[in-house]
Each structure stands twice: as structure tokens, then as C-alpha cells.
């Protein structure tokens, strides 16, 4: 059982697209990151929420963390094919665990 | 600066041989931590340490182990390797702050056939 529900599971769309993929759990964080991970790579970070409520941008990608901090959103805007990866949720711990990853094509 | 560094990058072994994936980080980090990925999923956690001489299990601990002797170094034990092994393995080292990140190495391709 994952602690962490990500959807969609895959996901292909057109250059210029916009898109949101989710990150789900029944369990309260005290914050939780993004990672995008391209193949042959280690995931890297691109943000962390603490606050519920909190809403933070990176270029044209947008993150939400939920209300209750049980779940967070990650909206991209016109998607590129750099964008191209799997976007992994963990929630943040001594013991960190992921979600099992949207994998994400954008096609030129 | 190398970060996080695991060896070796690929490795075939026959069922019921050993082998130690090693782990070794340069940042001072105290939080260490074993993932495996098998195709197309999200990262597993093995087993974790929260500093020299202290481990603990992860959610799929099962025919591996740890030691945690130094801050740098967290090798991983495989003792008879089974075909459901099979998988990349990524070790990774934070500070465990609330905004800290996980700096993940590039992987260790483990095939047992």
C-alpha cells in the first residue's frame, strides 16, 4: 500500500499544453517536496511546502500544498519537452517515502 | 564537491551470491537512506540511518542490511540475491531539515538472474 496516491500514472500531451498531477495521502506531513527524475538520473528537487495552503512557482510550474497537508498539487503551463520526467511526491521525515511517480511526456 | 557517490553502476549477480553497493557522501550529512525503483515505479525505501552507527528499517528491509560505521559511508548488503532484487538502487543523504533536500547518487543497475 502506498502512503503517497500520485495521478495520473502516466501522462503524454502536446508541446504548449497545460497539465496538473496530484499527490494524495490519508496522512498529516509536516512538509512535502517534488523531485523530477530523468532516466539514467538520481530524482532532483525542485520545491518544498510547509505551510497548508501554500502555493509556490518555479518558472512554469506551480505547487500547492493542500489545506490539511494531506495532499498537493503540481500544475505545469505550456509544457515543454525539457519537461519531459517522472515528477515524484515524498512526504517529508525521518523515514522519507515517495509516491509512486507521474511519468510525464510532452511531445514536440 | 561529488555528493553522493554509489558504486558499482551496474552489476549482474547469480541467485544465492553477495555483493555490498557502496555509498559515500562528502556533504556531512547526517540522514542516509537505501531506495529501490523497480521499471516505471517510485522509489522504495530499504532501510535508513540518522547517523553514524544508528540504522533502521524501511518499508521493504527483506533480504538486505546496512552498517552505518562513519558519517560518509552507508553500504547496502545483499547476503543471497533472489531474482525479485532485480531493480536500480539509489542512495540518497539530507540534512532532515523541514526544506532540506535529499541529494540523490545516479544509481546502482542490479540485475540477478
Known amino acids: 500500500t502506498q502512503l503517497l496516491e500520485q495521478s495520473p500514472q502516466f501522462l503524454s500531451i502536446q508541446e504548449g499544453e497545460n497539465l496538473t498531477v496530484y499527490c494524495n495521502s490519508s496522512?498529516?506531513?509536516?512538509?512535502l517536496q517534488w523531485y523530477r527524475q530523468e532516466p539514467g538520473e538520481g530524482p532532483v528537487l525542485l520545491v518544498t511546502?510547509?505551510?497548508?495552503?501554500e502555493v509556490k512557482k518555479l518558472k512554469r510550474l506551480t505547487f500547492q500544498f493542500g489545506d490539511a497537508r494531506k495532499d498537493s498539487s503540481l500544475h505545469i503551463t505550456a509544457a515543454q519537452p525539457g519537461d519531459t520526467g517522472l515528477y515524484l511526491c515524498?512526504?517529508?521525515?525521518?523515514?522519507?517515502?515517495f509516491g509512486a511517480g507521474t511519468r510525464l511526456t510532452v511531445k514536440p | 564537491n561529488a555528493g553522493v557517490t554509489q558504486t558499482p553502476k551496474f552489476r549482474i549477480l547469480k541467485i544465492g551470491q553477495s555483493m555490498t553497493l557502496q555509498c559515500t557522501q562528502d556533504?556531512?550529512?547526517?540522514?542516509m537512506y537505501w531506495y529501490r525503483q523497480d521499471p516505471g515505479m517510485g522509489l522504495k525505501l530499504i532501510y535508513y540511518?540518522?547517523?553514524?552507527?544508528?540504522?533502521d528499517k524501511g518499508e521493504v528491509p527483506n533480504g538486505y542490511n546496512v552498517s552505518r560505521s562513519t558519517t560518509e559511508d552507508f553500504p547496502l548488503r545483499l547476503e543471497l540475491a533472489a531474482p525479485s532484487q532485480t531493480s536500480v538502487y539509489f542512495c540518497?543523504?539530507?540534512?532532515?531539515?523541514?526544506?532540506?533536500?535529499?541529494?540523490f547518487g545516479n544509481g546502482t543497475r542490479l540485475t540477478v538472474t
Open positions: 496522512s498529516v506531513f509536516s512538509s
Open positions: 515524498a512526504g517529508v521525515g525521518a523515514n522519507m517515502r
Open positions: 556533504m556531512n550529512h547526517n540522514y
Open positions: 511546502v510547509v505551510t497548508g495552503g
Open positions: 540511518s540518522v547517523g553514524a552507527g544508528i540504522t
Open positions: 540518497a543523504a539530507g540534512r532532515q531539515g523541514a526544506r532540506d533536500a535529499l541529494h
